[in-house]
């Protein structure tokens, strides 16, 4: 562990990645605080920047950006009673009574403080986890990567919103976007349709913008009041929030390994932690702590939650190459992009990247709990931007990043049709995470189909002979059987119902 912090120490302390931290901070910041938008809204639009940048100074922005954007959703809830993103839903609960009782700079240092230690706490579990779980994945032969490569995509599939069905579609749908290109046994090409620009896939950083920045954009010129202006109470700057969080330490270190907890779960997610963590909160309340009606705690357990789950996403997603949820899936898309390969790969060939990254997750919680507090004036000042500037201005910064990585009109009009695709999808309750996680994980899993059946004098029967690989397995039969169950059972009930 602190071999890792030590190797990745030069890359991360130079001025450019410490200045991307600060600028990913105060953007993911912004980003959560705008109603609509959110950490993965704000890592997609900065992908194409980051592939341009050094490996750690890229990550550690892309990085700062998830803490900041995880984070500042619970501003937006806490004045306007508008969640900024889904993760900060359960903030509402104690944040805006809070504000209403005219603590409102009270509600947002809680907040703030609370989702910075809550990270700070997820990032040490993941400092000693990760390397233990890579030592582990160590003993990895390919059927045992294609096994957790089917695993992950099941698992973010049939855990995300909507239906599972739905997921394990958009999964699948994925996985044939990732057959698109040069096939890497023979160097045939597939599906390209006689389309020199497709040998080599869809690019991905397109695919997200469209499916992601594109599809919210057209959601939110759907919705209008574009020179809409909410009235913001009068705010400033003030470290109080540091002295009031020790009244309730004991709640912040046990949500915030609710959250990490969560995190590591493929797909569970940092709203599902947050409702966890406030309902654990207020079961275990003192007789005069009224949740609901203003509780600094209620503050602090979903906070210190959603913040921990950034680090407890992270855990699956180095060390197994499994994404924790949609944000980290473009993380380790942006980590493939720089021509790096989560997983035990990462710590045995790359230990100072693996480092670097640590330390910017670390960095980026500290940078948090100064600058978050330091501009709170200004975040309310950003509440009162209007979406008529704010959707211009995302547009712009979409298309000009696309662009920018290949100099490629044909990136443009990938993006655009995935922009149409994932709103239309969304209209019909499709997850566009499964979207980008079969993509990634796709290759995994083809690869290194092929080469155990290579290595096989068995046929498939290799997958079930070593002990992991069936052991997997078996974990994903048990969800599949799930998955039919919970689809058939209701259509099976309503027969009975009519008799």
């Known amino acids: 562990m602190f071999e890792l912090l030590r190797e990745g120490a030069p890359l991360f302390f130079n001025l450019s990645a410490l200045a991307l931290t600060i600028f990913g901070v105060v ?8 109603p609509g938008l959110g950490p993965l809204m704000g890592i997609v639009l900065m992908l194409p920047v980051a592939f341009h940048l050094p490996p750690i100074a890229g990550m550690g922005m892309l990085i700062a950006i998830y803490v900041g954007g995880s984070a500042g959703g619970s501003i937006s809830a806490i004045l306007l009673r508008i969640p900024g993103t889904p993760l900060a839903a359960a903030t509402l609960f104690d944040g805006y009574p809070l504000a209403q009782k005219g603590r409102s700079q009270d509600a947002i240092g809680l907040s703030i403080t609370a989702s910075a230690l809550g990270g700070l706490i997820s990032g040490l579990i993941l400092l000693f986890f990760s390397p233990i779980l890579a030592a582990f994945a160590l003993r990895f032969a390919p059927p045992e990567y294609a096994a957790m490569a089917l695993l992950g995509l099941l698992t973010i599939a049939i855990v995300s919103e909507g239906s599972a069905i739905k997921g394990l579609i958009a999964g699948g749908f994925g996985l044939v976007l990732a057959t698109v290109g040069t096939d890497e046994f023979t160097n045939a090409y597939r599906f390209t349709f006689g389309n020199f620009n497709l040998t080599s896939g869809p690019n991905l950083v397109a695919v997200v913008v469209g499916l992601f920045a594109l599809s919210e954009l057209f959601f939110q010129i759907e919705k209008g009041d574009f020179l809409a202006r909410p009235q913001i109470q009068k705010l400033k700057t003030s470290f109080r929030a540091l002295r009031l969080i020790l009244r309730h330490k004991f709640n912040l270190v046990r949500s915030a390994l609710v959250g990490t907890f969560f995190g590591a779960i493929p797909g569970a997610g940092g709203d599902i932690s947050a409702f966890i963590s406030y309902a654990v909160a207020k079961r275990m309340a003192r007789p005069n702590e009224r949740y609901g009606e203003g509780e600094e ?3 602090v357990a979903t906070e210190a939650a959603n913040n921990g789950t950034c680090g407890g996403a992270l855990i699956p997603s180095l060390s197994l190459g499994i994404p924790g949820d ?35 997750y670390l960095m980026s919680n500290v940078v948090m709990l100064i600058l978050g507090i330091v501009l709170v004036p200004f975040f309310g000042a950003v509440l009162k931007v209007p979406k008529a500037w704010l959707l211009p201005a995302v547009l712009l910064l979409s298309t000009m990043g696309v662009y920018a990585l290949q100099n490629s009109v044909f990136n443009l009009w990938v993006m655009l049709f995935f922009g149409v695709l994932g709103y239309t999808m969304r209209k019909a309750h499709y997850p566009l995470s499964p979207i980008i996680i079969g993509m990634i994980l796709g290759p995994v899993l083809e690869n290194n ?37 919970t689809t058939v059972r209701p259509a099976m009930a309503e027969p009975d119902k009519a008799a």
């Not at 993380?331 to 990247?353: I, T």
């Open 326 to 360: 949609a944000s980290t899936a473009v993380l380790l898309g942006a980590l493939f992009l720089l021509g790096f390969f989560p997983g035990p790969e990462l710590f045995r060939y790359n230990p100072d990247v693996a480092g670097g990254i640590f330390i910017a």
């Open 297 to 299: 705690g209620g503050v």
């Open 27 to 34: 953007a993911g910041l912004v980003i959560g605080v705008l």
């Open 449 to 485: 189909f092929r080469r155990a059946l290579l290595l096989s004098r068995d046929g498939p029967m290799i997958f079930v002979e070593r002990p992991i690989s069936a052991a997997i397995l078996g974990i994903v039969a048990v969800m599949l059987v799930y998955v039919v169950w």
